[in-house]
């Protein structure tokens, strides 16, 4: 099997936004220095995951020269000045090319460049190019017919999680600080989970979606993918906030994430979600694992059921099948050849939901939303489950692309996550441990409404408190495949 070099604790690589930010400051690396090491790696470890869509070396260098130039005349933008990231190739950018992952959106140039993007370029980013994802924003398992499908990066052999499958592989390679994602159903949170890392969904309107490519727009969330809680925060930070071009997005106040981190999560009362779906016992036993460890930090720890979790995994499937199809619905009479089966197979029986169950679950939100609030999170701050209910599935057994089973993986792997985005609740996963094939698994912190300060705080408590090492852990998983 093909294994990936990784790369030591000691590489700048592999070190934090804020650590490497201050390497950075005090010039003892340059933008332009650490913009060719992560496109090398970038270039190296392509063969193996196939992250990227395309790889924009000179004009990332251009961006970081051009960063170095600011640094030395005293300009400097703040913590993002001259890190490396890459994004999710569903974020318009103005005069360059979109796929989607698809060949169906054709060579058209971006007339604009989205919102997130924008922000983080201000914010002195370097753009390494776009990333890999499942085909339309559609799929929970970074299979692409057309593009080639993304591969984990702590085992080839294993996929990478969707839709932000090239997300979750770049930023878990070590090749990129961090990534944009989008979420419909669990498409930040799920190849962050099977990549070992860090992937917050955010409140409904938090972060704007203008310029991102929709799955559907009453579910759709952009996100960051990071190495670490504080480097979410610092993300999400740059990223967060009321926009105009954005219909959807919340004129709410901001808070310093960063300044935060340490205390926001402090007097958590917390609830173990149960009674969703059943947990693979690998699972099960990481899990509990880390509850026992909250348990510790933050004292009594709930047992708690929902009645309202199965509905709301329903409503969700008809949002995102009658939005996807309105959006889709010319391409699909005019253009199915260019659809895999997979896509096209859960994208058209939105055609035919009567528009009374679309109208339903749009009148039953707010007291759905209600009434989780006030019952199953009434005395809790946070509600605590796996992000998968499963291990990370090889390529073969998440295949999408035999006929008929499509339905089958998307449920088998998106129980937990789908359900938060028609609540419209902001939700974060962290690595909390391994199994024994030394794939990671994920826990999902789920808050109340602008609630992300204190999952990010919690998260990063409760790291140290795991003794949370994804180099160690990686090294771990490549010994045991290389032993087989």
């Not at 880390?290 to 199965?310: D, L, P, T, W």
């Not at 499509?406 to 449920?411: C, M, N, R």
């Not at 030394?438 to 204190?454: K, Y």
Request: hydrophobic share 40%; aromatic share 6%; proline share 6%.
């Amino acid at each position: 099997m093909t294994q990936i070099t990784l790369n030591q604790p000691s590489d700048i690589l592999e070190a934090s936004i804020t650590d490497v930010g201050a390497r950075l400051r005090r010039k003892e690396v340059s933008a332009e220095q650490l913009t060719r090491r992560a496109l090398d790696r970038a270039v190296q470890t392509q063969p193996t995951l196939n992250a990227f869509i395309d790889i924009w070396a000179d004009s990332a260098i251009a961006q970081a020269k051009q960063l170095d130039l600011e640094a030395a005349s005293g300009k400097w933008r703040g913590p993002l000045h001259g890190i490396p990231l890459a994004h999710k190739d569903c974020f318009e950018r103005q005069g360059l090319p979109m796929t989607v992952g698809s060949k169906v959106t054709g060579t058209d140039l971006g007339r604009t460049t989205a919102s997130a993007l924008q922000r983080l370029n201000q914010a002195g980013a370097v753009d390494l190019g776009p990333l890999n994802m499942n085909e339309m924003v559609a799929g929970p398992t970074g299979q692409n017919p057309h593009f080639g499908n993304c591969c984990n990066s702590w085992d080839p052999t294993r996929i990478s999680g969707g839709s932000s499958s090239g997300s979750g592989a770049a930023v878990g390679a070590g090749i990129i600080y961090g990534a944009l994602a989008s979420d419909t159903g669990g498409s930040t949170r799920l190849p962050a989970s099977m990549n070992g890392l860090f992937g917050m969904k955010g409140t409904y309107g938090r972060v704007s979606r203008a310029g991102c490519f929709p799955r559907a727009f009453s579910l759709d969330c952009v996100g960051p993918i990071a190495r670490s809680a504080e480097d979410c925060a610092i993300l999400l930070q740059v990223l967060a906030g009321w926009d105009a071009r954005d219909a959807s997005s919340i004129d709410a106040p901001v808070p310093n994430y960063m300044s935060l981190i340490q205390s926001a999560g402090q007097g958590s009362r917390w609830g173990v979600l149960e009674g969703i779906a059943p947990y693979h016992p690998e699972v099960a036993r990481v899990f509990e694992s880390f509850v026992e460890v909250a348990q510790q930090r933050f004292g009594h720890v709930a047992r708690v059921q929902s009645n309202e979790i199965a509905t709301c995994y329903a409503m969700a499937d008809i949002f995102s099948k009658v939005e996807a199809a309105t959006l889709h619905g010319n391409w699909m009479r005019e253009r199915r050849d260019l659809y895999s089966q997979a896509v096209f197979s859960r994208t058209e029986p939105g055609l035919h939901v009567p528009a009374v169950r679309y109208l339903e679950a749009l009148q039953m939100r707010a007291k759905i939303l209600h009434e989780f609030l006030h019952g199953t999170m009434r005395d809790l701050d946070i509600l605590v489950c796996p992000t998968m209910p499963i291990p990370v599935p090889t390529h073969e057994e998440a295949d999408v692309e035999t006929p008929g089973r499509v339905f089958g993986v998307v449920t088998a792997l998106t129980p937990l996550v789908r359900p938060f985005n028609y609540l419209g609740l902001p939700s974060l996963t962290m690595p909390i441990g391994v199994d024994s094939a030394g794939m990671p698994i994920g826990a999902q912190l789920v808050g109340r409404p602008f609630a992300e300060a204190r999952l990010l705080s919690v998260a990063h408590q409760l790291t140290a408190d795991i003794g949370w090492n994804r180099l160690a852990n990686m090294q771990r998983a490549q010994a045991l495949k290389v032993n087989k």
